[in-house]
């Protein structure tokens, strides 16, 4: 089974509109961590956004905001006010246990915003 | 602060040829991980380090591959006769604790 499914390969928004990316997540472990990447055609992976499996509210950095819901095990991404500069792509990742551990990402979805 | 580097860029090699991959984490960073990123896909996890020692080689493929970090810095990924299967982009990442881990800018690799 798969641990992290993003089911939109794609997705489109026009500028200045608000945007969800879905994630939704498979682990038995209590305690892991989800993350979100953006990978702009440049390639390079940038981190946008942890929530932690216990942390009380939704995570939030700016115009980016993590709708983590626990038992539906789905952690969407959420983009307001879409800029040209978001389209790339989006990764959902997951690390399980307490220290140190690898990422397991998604097949990611496509950004593209319009002007 | 300087991020994480990986030479090189680009590398492109004949089936059958040995390569080396590079990768320079954020200074300081004690955990390295090597990730391969295939294309229209995520990355997949290949191997992971804590200091110099190996602490999860699971996502290795194959006896093929193979990585060091003698010094607990810099690492390198190392591919015996590659095959043509094997190209992909190599991502390296650094994170100093359990948090969010800072990616490179990838090698990618090319078998001919």
């Known amino acids: 089974a798969q641990k992290i499914t993003q089911t939109q390969p794609g997705m489109f928004v026009q500028e200045k509109e608000a945007v969800t990316l879905d994630c939704t997540y498979d682990t038995s472990d209590p305690s892991y961590g989800l993350f979100w990447y953006k990978q702009p055609s440049s390639g390079e992976m940038i981190f946008l956004i942890y929530q932690g499996s216990y942390d009380q509210q939704n995570a939030t950095e700016g115009r980016y905001s993590l709708n983590f819901q626990k038992a539906r095990k789905s952690a969407n991404l959420v983009i307001s006010a879409s800029q040209l500069g978001d389209s790339a792509m989006y990764f959902c990742?997951?690390?399980?246990?307490?220290?140190?551990?690898?990422?397991?990402f998604g097949k990611g979805t496509m950004l593209l915003v319009s002007p | 602060g300087a991020g994480v580097s990986q030479t090189p860029s680009n590398k492109v090699t004949e089936k059958g040829k040995y390569v080396e991959l590079r990768c320079d984490p954020i200074s300081g960073h004690t955990a390295l991980y090597w990730y391969r990123q295939s294309l229209g896909q995520g990355p997949e996890f290949l191997i992971y380090?804590?200091?110099?020692?190996?602490?999860?080689d699971s996502g290795l493929p194959n006896d093929r591959f193979f990585a060091v970090r003698p010094e607990g810095s810099v690492s390198t990924l190392k591919i015996q006769r590659t095959e043509r299967g094997d190209s992909a982009v190599y991502l390296c990442a650094s994170s100093l604790r359990r948090g969010e881990q800072f990616f490179g800018p990838g090698t990618r690799l090319t078998v001919l």
């Open positions: 380090f804590q200091g110099t020692g190996a602490a999860d």
């Open positions: 990742a997951m690390r399980e246990g307490t220290g140190y551990s690898t990422l397991t």
